[in-house]
């Protein structure tokens, strides 16, 4: 397993598009689904630095990007050189220039280093990141008084196992340090195949503070 050390070296590697893709740069977009982070309820700042854990299809990543406007700079986070792949080359489909990859290479560290990020942001499926220390590790790529939204669940937490509501998964971040810690619950369930038991856990928004 590499160590953090060597993950600094990690890729902002560009893509060649695959045979045949005919978009032109600046008229491409992801179509969004009901299941992206709601962009009306998050603040972020121009000139703001982004985090993007799971970039997914890219549409987080744009929208953020729109946000921070061009001195910004977004940093999209993943797992998978796959779906990172398939990020890159539709951010750069759109003509963004103020995104960035990181690949994560290790099941301890974040691909950055401490104190740099003003936001972070993360859409869904908490529980499947293969990193045991994932609150303190955001807690570290966080400047002081950045801020951080999840777009989950509370049983979606890998490190509150033993958060059963609102107030006790609030309690376990303000152990790790985070504080002013707000849980917003929306009507819609997440959906089962993603956890499938307990059954119908309400999506949150969960934001807090370094």
Avoid: H, W
């Amino acid at each position: 397993m590499l160590g953090y050390q060597a993950q600094n070296s990690c890729n902002d590697y560009s893509c060649s598009p695959p045979a045949g893709a005919n978009e032109k740069a600046g008229e491409f977009r992801i179509q969004p689904s009901k299941y992206n982070i709601p962009f009306d309820l998050i603040e972020i700042n121009e000139d703001a630095v982004v985090v993007n854990i799971v970039s997914g299809l890219g549409y987080e990543i744009l929208k953020a990007s729109e946000k921070t406007g061009t001195n910004g700079k977004v940093i999209g986070v993943d797992f998978s050189p796959a779906m990172m792949y398939r990020a890159r080359y539709n951010v750069e489909k759109t003509g963004c220039k103020n995104v960035f990859f990181r690949e994560v290479f290790s099941r301890k560290f974040l691909p950055l280093g401490a104190n740099v990020t003003d936001i972070l942001i993360f859409n869904k499926l908490l529980n499947k990141v293969p990193i045991k220390n994932l609150f303190s590790e955001i807690y570290r790529i966080l400047k002081p008084g950045g801020v951080f939204y999840i777009y989950d669940n509370i049983a979606g937490c890998p490190d509150c196992s033993n958060a059963s509501s609102k107030n006790s998964y609030i309690q376990i971040l303000n152990a790790f340090g985070f504080k002013d810690v707000i849980i917003r619950e929306f009507t819609e369930n997440t959906p089962a195949d993603e956890y499938p038991s307990p059954k119908n856990l309400k999506t949150a928004l969960i934001r807090g503070e370094k």
